[in-house]
């Protein structure tokens, strides 16, 4: 990492945890993407969204990477490349679809608790 940036004393664990997954810097926010879906999936978050820049190459290398993190930390991903030609109602019907998926697995685990 640049070491002009300052990163806080929180996040510095997660950049450390993020080497298992991306040992080198490549550029962008790939490092940060990666150390805040670990930092998330330990925080409990029933689900993560990537929204991405469709011709980033760190934010697509990220891409390739992050569904690991999901399957280590069993939290479900959705993926929104983005992109001149990308409309809203794409977006809405797959966030909503997600939502949907989150709200299935939370009710099931609560069920398995009983």
Do not use: W
Not at 50 to 62: D, G, L
Not at 72 to 82: A, E, R, S
Not at 93 to 100: E, K, L, S
């Amino acid at each position: 990492m640049n070491s002009a940036i300052k990163i806080p004393s929180i996040e510095k664990e997660y950049v450390k945890k993020s080497k298992k997954y991306l040992r080198h810097d490549i550029g962008g926010l790939a490092t940060m993407t990666i150390a805040h879906a670990i930092k998330y999936a330990e925080e409990g978050y029933d689900g993560l969204i990537q929204i991405y820049p469709f011709t980033c190459m760190p934010e697509t290398v990220v891409r390739s990477i992050i569904p690991k993190v999901g399957k280590d930390y069993n939290i479900p991903i959705l993926y929104l490349p983005i992109d001149e030609q990308t409309g809203d109602a794409g977006f809405a019907t797959r966030i909503d679809a997600f939502i949907d998926l989150l709200k299935m697995r939370k009710e099931k685990k609560a069920v398995k608790k009983k």
